[in-house]
């Protein structure tokens, strides 16, 4: 059984700062926003997690591989090196939508997003390494069948990007509402799913459900693993599969990487 | 009348690339993907442009005041300094959106995206400056209506992230068809959307069918100016004045930044 | 008895590359470095390592606390994220000269620095996790007593400098030649010392061996710990001690960070 | 004559900073600052300058072709992204010393470095646009003959770490105190120096003095141009001639780039 561990990153009191005492150069705040995600996808990549933007103020990750003290120790980092300081929640659930959901809640509890003197809050608890197992994280990344000839060969960059965003919605709101997975897009046409146990049946659903509702031919890579990077590159391989032998769906059979 | 100057920035051959000799990690992908827009926004955004990440692998910036010399700099840089390369296609319009429409075919005409001897490629023509003028962009700053409020404090993070981005989709889809502006989601619950001439009531209309069709309640400042940071300055300035006055549409009456 | 564990940060084949097709942008080569530099920085870092630059393509690191997997971690991050890689030696012994020495050795045996073919080495062995100690690590923590007020606030920047790099290169031949310590500028008017089990009177000597044939006035706070960052930070605030008390040795007799 | 426009850059009271209210973590210290020099040398070497890293806490820039409302301009940016903020002094002069000495000087009026109400500091002249000439700036770019097969395949790290020291701190000192020039380590075994209208033989008993003095044997290439970069890139092709022909000064009688 899975048991994602989600850790929710909330900048402290963003939205005022960025308008006291004037509004910021905008330019600045992008600059920032990136390099502050960048840090992160490094710290907890390198801990073999998964760090995904969001709305930058506000950013998931999935974390199964560090613990509190890691978690600490980036907000020290943060807090010397930035105009400004972040929050953490963590949970681990079965389920990535109810491990997000106290993550969120952890948080809330502390007080408003943009209460200034709620900062650098560090709750919940990750999963106890004894806990852990070989499948504790199911990923699925996505992507579009030959969107560079469909698309960015042949529509102009704004258009190809916002056929790109119809179809992230239409995943990420059937995959929240359906397989309770939190999925994200990660960049080019390549949208990655944080799932539970799901099986073949419910990715061929999907793929599915995405061609008749959205007109979107997509792919997906399926792995499980120990960790984020585990399970992610097991179904990076699997999407290979899918490229190489014109399939829709490869890996969801095979639970663990590395079997 | 505005005259946008839009410039499309792609990464070469960058889905083979990042599955070459065999998937490469995500979050290293993640990371280059990120301080690569970070790179932009300070090269662009010190030269009063606005750079948006869109898909990363392509990303669309506004750049009156960046010269031909300024962007075949940047490219070097990035040559210099990643393990990719960038092409660029540059074109200025009253609209936004034939703007860019130039600017991808000058890219699609020197071949694909994922053609590996298409490289470095640099075209289009950037606005001559003796024909800048004080109205040249037009900008948007569009955000939510108490946000925090109602949806980071209260909703999971995943499902306020899905309402933004339900909101982002309906308004990028209506400032698109109706007003060939570009809107970009910026983060926390901002959309910047470059515009052409439009005249107050086109944004009083486009908070109407927000709050209609999306049931999300928005606000925007709107300013004028001879580069985005002109414009966009203007507009947060105004953006501002909705908060504090409780209006829906402010500025946009003002056309120039500074008058 | 301490046991420092060095790591040797090389990167390939860098001369050749910088000049390869034709001389690259100095300013460029100056950004690889120094984020190349902060990378390895955070990544040691938050594993409770110190990086030192000294030339940028080789830097030195103590490692006490990162194992081989994650050395081939930020070895592969490298690779993906920068347009060159890295080699390293690792090697841990009782003196730090020592262990730079045998670091060394082991990518020296694996071909020239300018091999083009030797790329991505990774020989040696860190310290085993049971080996480890709470006094692994003697970090001294050295500072110029009033810089500001004598040099900074008074003469031009430049001499200055000059001024602090004559006393580092003395200090740095001292405790190299008389403590097989290895000693690092980190900035400012601070210098790191990597330390055998040196006791008191050899920091007391070493302050007047400055003051006599430096004419400088230095104090240091010395640490011993587990990591790199608890001997660091011992030693800080050690020579906080010296800055309040207008003392010059502090620490030296409290053998272990926490005791 | 020569015209070099020089910037000192200052952290405002960064070393209080460093230690409060307790000592901040070594690393993130050293990220900063090295992330801080790459911010300065992307914007200031995207518009033609050079930026060397010194003190870190005191970087000195080589700016002509950077205006002051470019200045301000990354004042205002580091101000958004840092918990540090920093202060400027400008000054041209034929003598880069005498540049730096105003420069550094026009700081000093403003108050101490360590004067916590003494912030974002800009003072002094850029070169007006209409006075700058082809010869502006002279650089000589200096490197070790054969220092891989010498020092780096041969000796330990450290020790040819110290040899390299030794070189750059009777090289930096004979042309400061020889040629009124600032020269600056910025890597491997790569010293720039950035001198008056120095003709050949000045260089010729530079190597000499070299050879003599520190048993080191050194070559340089020479350049000249209307900025740092024009210069530096003349320079860099000269030390390739010096390379492939064995000679040891290049370039010094071409006074300008491109003749």
């Given at each position: ?51 995904f ?11 199964n591989?560090?613990d ?18 972040v929050?953490?929640?963590?949970a ?17 509890e ?22 852990r197992?070989?499948r ?10 030959d969107?560079t000839?469909k ?41 990655i799913?944080?799932c539970p146990?799901?099986?073949?049946g ?15 031919e ?18 990076k391989?699997?999407?290979e599969?899918c490229?190489?032998d014109?399939t ?8 663990v990487?590395?079997?």
């Open positions: 059984m899975s048991q994602t561990q989600i850790t929710l990153v909330q900048i402290d009191n963003y939205g005022p700062w960025t308008t006291t005492p004037e509004p910021r150069r905008e330019v600045d705040l992008q600059t920032l926003q990136a390099r502050l995600y960048a840090d992160f996808a490094q710290f907890v990549g390198t801990r073999d997690g998964y760090v933007y969001t709305r930058f103020d506000n950013m998931i990750a999935v974390t591989g560090t509190r003290a890691d978690h600490a120790r980036i907000q020290e980092s943060v807090s010397n090196r930035y105009p400004v300081t929050s953490m929640g963590i681990a659930d079965p389920s990535p939508v109810d491990a997000l959901g106290r993550a969120t809640t952890s948080l809330q502390a007080g408003s997003a943009q209460d200034g003197d709620r900062t650098e809050i560090l709750r919940g608890d990750p999963l106890a390494g004894d806990r197992t070989d504790d994280v199911r990923v699925a990344h996505f992507d579009v069948v969107a000839g698309y960015t060969d042949r529509m102009n960059a704004f258009d190809t990007y916002v056929r790109i965003q119809e179809s992230y919605l239409a995943l990420m709101q059937h995959m929240r509402q359906e397989h309770e997975a939190l999925s994200f897009f990660v960049g080019g046409d390549n949208i799913a944080v146990d799901l099986d073949e419910a990715f061929e659903a999907t793929i599915g459900h995405m061609r008749e509702t959205a007109d979107m997509l792919q997906v890579g399926v792995g499980s693993g120990r960790s984020p990077h585990d399970a992610g590159m097991a179904a391989h699997a999407l599969v490229r190489h014109g829709r769906v490869e890996g969801a059979t095979h639970p990487a590395g079997d």
